[in-house]
């Protein structure tokens, strides 16, 4: 399956963002989907994962209401919705696929399969 985010831009603290992941190639149902982030100078975070139906998700400890993940499975599009942009949510985002048949921990499916190119979120204070 080939991810294509997109949403991503430059906001001042306080702001929101809604990231978008299209999804093509493969039946879009048939897979988890997560959000992860990159910051300069830091490892990629586990951000957001939702299950293939929608109907569970989970997220990181430090999203603390403001990020809100949701999918389309018409549309092909797993969403994040981010409000009260902090600096520190400075990051590149990638969205990633995962088979469905995976089982989802705390922190979503312990493997993806499929990665998107990211894109940049820039929150100044």
């Known amino acids: 399956v080939q991810l294509q985010a997109s949403g991503g831009g430059s906001v001042q603290a306080g702001g929101s963002l809604r990231l978008s992941c299209a999804a093509s190639?493969?039946?879009?149902?048939?897979?988890?989907m997560g959000w992860f982030r990159q910051a300069p100078g830091k490892e990629r975070e586990f951000v957001a994962a939702?299950?293939?139906?929608?109907?569970?998700?989970r997220y990181a400890d430090f999203v603390k209401g403001r990020f809100t993940i949701s999918r389309d499975n018409v549309k092909n599009t797993v969403y994040l919705q981010i409000h009260s942009l902090k600096p520190e949510d400075t990051a590149v985002y990638y969205c990633?696929?995962?088979?469905?048949?995976?089982?989802?921990?705390?922190?979503?499916?312990?493997?993806?399969?499929?990665w998107g190119q990211g894109t940049l979120v820039t929150v100044s204070s």
């Open positions: 190639g493969r039946t879009f149902s048939n897979y988890h």
């Open positions: 939702i299950q293939w139906s929608g109907g569970s998700t």
């Open positions: 990633a696929a995962a088979y469905r048949e995976y089982t989802i921990g705390p922190r979503g499916p312990l493997r993806y399969d499929y």
